[in-house]
């Protein structure tokens, strides 16, 4: 064989950066002629029996024959499957020296890595799909999503190098953004104000749209999934991307409460069961409302009782903090219960608040305060009126009242006895018999002069 280089790094397949079997060996090569004398010398290097099986694949997990050696280069790198088994893609996981872990919850851990040969840092996400995969259609679906995002080229969306199924899990390795999630800063900041909050909000938005357009779906935004490029940055990625939701069923989806919070009234309800558009125009409505108030829209301290919110509860603007009438429209809009009624994403990128100077934002947030404060006061002179004209009613019936015991006392005081009529003493009449002591007068009997 012509053109072999003198130096190429042997790993054996298999080994990842998590379970390392074999540390990485480089083998020089001055004397070999054949194919599988280099295979037997490559074998013998890794300290395995060999076996006239044996296979040899590149980094991409594509098999090397004899023909391709004279392709190689100095420092390249060969995975020896030594029974002759088929490449194991987390022997890719060698190329990366792990760090710390970034995260970790259900799904499973993500690690914080750095490529051997470029110095890279990279993002390697493990998410246990052992309960969720019982068909091979959706191991396929799964690698048509890989494949799809790693097409996708956009400045707010974490890149993906490479995806695979290994071992009932899917393995991610993904641009990495250190500086932490966007729920941690909302958290952080209590609230945000609207410029502040747009200028993410619209990073956010140019990123599903691009995805819209090219018919994918997120499925799971939620701040947790908006990553800051840098610590105290204001550049975002968005993270979990499609194969996310490929590998989490409608029935997980509802037992997690961090995404239930995000999820559309139509899909709690069963009205739709098909992702579409409108499930992450609903969730960037509740991402955006968060980031003004500090709190989610819909909330209980139960499942049931967020998802009752979410169906049938408005959200409320009764708060504190003022905020443009522009915004309050569009969240109003994007938030609409009927998913044929709610902003679409082109609708949603051209509303006026989307498109307004910081200026006419501040100032159009001075006129809400004019118009709340003038509401306020309107409606504590309509309370002091009712409050006045309940006093009124009440004097006045205090008066009546009054008045009444008043009449009453000077009837009583007018008839001493009580009301009860007096009695005519006898005699008292001239045609009466009797004098004033009640005796009967004695009659005077004059005698005749005899």
Known sequence: MDNIPDYLVLRLNGTSFLDRREEILSIEYNSIFTFAEFKMEA????????????????????????????????????????????????SVLNDYDRKDVLGE????????????????????????????????????????????????????????????????????????AGGGELKDRVEEMKDMDEIYARFIFQQICSAMSYCHNRGLIHRDLKLENVLFKEKGGMIIKIVDFGIAGVCKPQEKEKTDSGTLSYMPPEVLSGEKLEAGPGI???????????????????????????????????????????ISKELKDLLIKVL?????????????QNHKWMEMQDEEILKSIEESKLEQEQEEEKKNEEDEL????????????????????YN???????????????????????????????????????????
């Open 280 to 322: 992450d125009i609903w969730a960037l409505g509740v991402m955006l409302y968060t980031m003004i108030y500090g709190k989610l829209p819909f909330y209980g301290d139960t499942e049931d009782e967020i998802i009752n919110c979410i169906i049938k509860k408005k959200p409320s603007f009764k708060d504190k903090k003022t």
């Open 386 to 405: 009712i409050a006045f004209d309940k006093l009124n009613i009440k004097d006045d019936k205090k008066s009546s009242k009054a008045g009444s015991d």
């Open 43 to 90: 074998c013998r290097t890794l300290k395995v029996k060999y076996d006239p099986k044996c296979r040899l694949f590149d980094k991409e997990g594509i098999e090397t024959f004899e023909d391709d050696l004279n392709m190689l280069k100095s420092h390249d790198v060969l995975y020896l499957a030594s029974r002759g088994e088929d490449f194991d893609y987390s």
């Open 105 to 176: 919850g259900g799904f499973g851990k993500v690690y914080h890595a750095v490529n051997r040969e470029t110095g890279e840092d990279v993002a390697i996400k493990f998410m246990d799909i052992s309960h969720y995969l019982t068909h091979a259609d959706q191991i396929e679906e799964i690698y048509r999503e890989a494949d799809a995002l790693q097409k996708l080229n956009h400045s707010h969306i974490i890149s993906l190098h490479k995806a695979f199924v290994q071992r009932k899990e899917v393995i991610l390795i993904m641009e990495y």
């Open 336 to 348: 609409n219960k009927d998913s044929d009624k709610r902003l679409s994403m082109f609708d949603l």
């Open 408 to 450: 009453s006392l000077s009837a009583h005081s007018s008839n001493p006895s009580g009301g009860r009529k007096k009695k005519k003493m006898r005699g008292s009449s001239p045609r009466s018999g009797m004098n004033g002591t009640g005796k009967k007068k004695k009659k005077t009997i004059k005698k005749k002069a005899t």
